[in-house]
């Protein structure tokens, strides 16, 4: 799988953007950029997830670099309820159609008031 | 729907005893796993299954069974519980595609300690 670096943490003021990185530097061509958040003691949710175009929903949006080495998600307008730890994730396809999320520590995001 | 549930919620064992994590999802999703987090730590992956009767192993499966009778059920056996066995378990799902692009939905986890 290739794997991914994030920051461990990061703050943002509520109401304000929160732009999170991620470097997949090894990526193969045919390999989603995904991105998970956990808020405290629940399971993952997911967010969104790319391949090399930029992608919007109502949650986020994935900016994806030319190169694929790297994305940013970004928040519009960050919330208390945003606060929690995202994962980015890249995902390998292992065969007849099944795959694994590989998640790693991801960044704890806290949104300040 | 009820999307995924998991029973129960919390549980404390003694060393050694048995017991099985039950996983259950209303979606006639075909792909489902399981994954225990540390505290600090992102999630790993235990074992998963791509359909009713296909199972595998992932990148921690010693000291768990796993088992798929039914697509709507993963149960998630420990024969013998050891300390290091205390984690939070999480089972998730999600429809297959040759893809393999969809999402995977989580439920809410259960607490297991292991005295």
């Known amino acids: 799988d290739a794997k991914t670096t994030q920051p461990p943490s990061m703050d943002c003021a509520e109401g304000r953007a929160a732009n999170l990185p991620c470097n997949h530097s090894t990526i193969s061509g045919n390999e989603y950029v995904y991105w998970y958040r956990q808020i405290h003691s629940q399971g993952p949710q997911y967010i969104i997830h790319g391949l090399k175009n930029n992608e919007t929903n109502e949650m986020a949006s994935l900016i994806i670099t030319e190169d694929r080495k790297s994305s940013t998600l970004i928040l519009p307008h960050a919330t208390l309820r945003d606060t929690a730890v995202y994962y980015c994730i890249v995902i390998t396809v292992a065969g007849a159609g099944s795959y694994q999320l590989t998640f790693g520590k991801g960044t704890k995001l806290s949104v300040i008031p | 729907n009820a999307g995924v549930t998991q029973t129960p919620k919390f549980q404390v064992l003694k060393t050694g005893q048995s017991m099985t994590l039950q996983c259950a999802q209303d979606?006639?999703?075909?792909?489902m796993s399981w994954y225990r987090q540390d505290p600090g730590m992102g999630l790993r992956l235990i074992h998963y299954s791509v359909g009713a009767g296909i199972t595998d192993q992932g990148e921690v499966p010693n000291g768990y069974n796993v088992s798929r009778s039914t697509t709507e059920d993963f149960p998630l056996r420990l024969l013998s519980a050891a300390p290091s066995q205390t984690s939070v378990y999480f089972c998730?799902?999600?429809?297959?595609?040759?893809?393999?692009?969809?999402?995977?939905?989580f439920g809410p986890g259960t607490r297991l300690t292991v005295l």
């Open positions: 979606m006639n999703h075909e792909y």
């Open positions: 998730a799902s999600s429809p297959r595609t040759w893809r393999s692009t969809d999402t995977q939905y």
